[in-house]
């Protein structure tokens, strides 16, 4: 029973028409983005001299879920089913809590207590969130919102650098959100959709965002 649910094919995008293996080649391929962004903070982080090693363990943990989250992309997109979704959204949301924590912790200066409570005031903001009809969705909103507040409350505290940073990949972050929505309204005039480009707005979302903790700055 337990090997039938997780077995049990999903269809929610556009380009997806049957439940066979590789039916989505586009957004299948456009995960390579993924791979890429991963290589370059790799290169990033070797040349990288850090000068506490919690900066340094954080850093490969971000970097390492880039991959894991391409992986899992590239095995939803390939199988599209039960588990290889959960194999595509646990790492991503893995990914939103660990960076907000860490936004807090070092870019805001805050104790871990603090830290710590802002991802379960996340999770009860999401969880509520997904009762106004947005659940698929809650947790990129929670996480656009949150990356809005603090770069406000960086620009306040005079780290213009850190804000300038997360204000872009919000802005990038509203892009790609944007053209995943709009997959399936676009299957008429375009068969393959837009989810695609999430993909690799995405791929540039993440890679941001971990250069922006490595340096500090968007470099």
Avoid at 18 to 26: K, L, N, Q, R, T
Avoid at 76 to 82: M, P, Q
Wanted: aromatic content about 18%; glycine content about 4%; proline content about 1%.
């Amino acid at each position: 029973m337990l090997n039938v649910s997780l077995n049990q094919s999903i269809d929610i995008y556009c380009e997806r028409i049957s439940p066979e293996i590789f039916a989505e080649p586009i957004n299948f391929f456009t995960n390579i983005a993924f791979w890429v962004a991963f290589f370059l903070l790799l290169k990033k982080y070797n040349k990288k001299n850090y000068e506490h090693v919690n900066l340094r363990i954080y850093s490969i943990i971000l970097i390492s879920l880039v991959l894991i989250i391409g992986t899992g992309s590239f095995l939803f997109h390939l199988f599209g089913n039960v588990w290889s979704l959960l194999a595509d959204t646990i790492p991503i949301m893995i990914f939103i809590i660990l960076y907000l924590y860490l936004a807090v912790r070092f870019y805001l200066e805050q104790t871990q207590v603090i830290s710590a409570f802002s991802i379960f005031l996340f999770l009860f903001l999401n969880y509520s969130l997904s009762y106004l009809g947005v659940e698929e969705i809650s947790s990129y909103l929670m996480a656009l919102f949150s990356m809005l507040i603090i770069a406000c409350i960086a620009y306040r505290k005079n780290k213009r650098n850190i804000s300038y940073g997360l204000f872009l990949t919000s802005f990038i972050f509203m892009l790609s959100l944007g053209f995943r929505q709009l997959d399936l309204f676009t299957c008429a005039q375009f068969s393959h959709g837009t989810h695609w480009i999430w993909h690799i707005l995405n791929s540039i979302l993440l890679y941001t965002l971990v250069v922006l903790f490595i340096e500090r700055k968007i470099r």
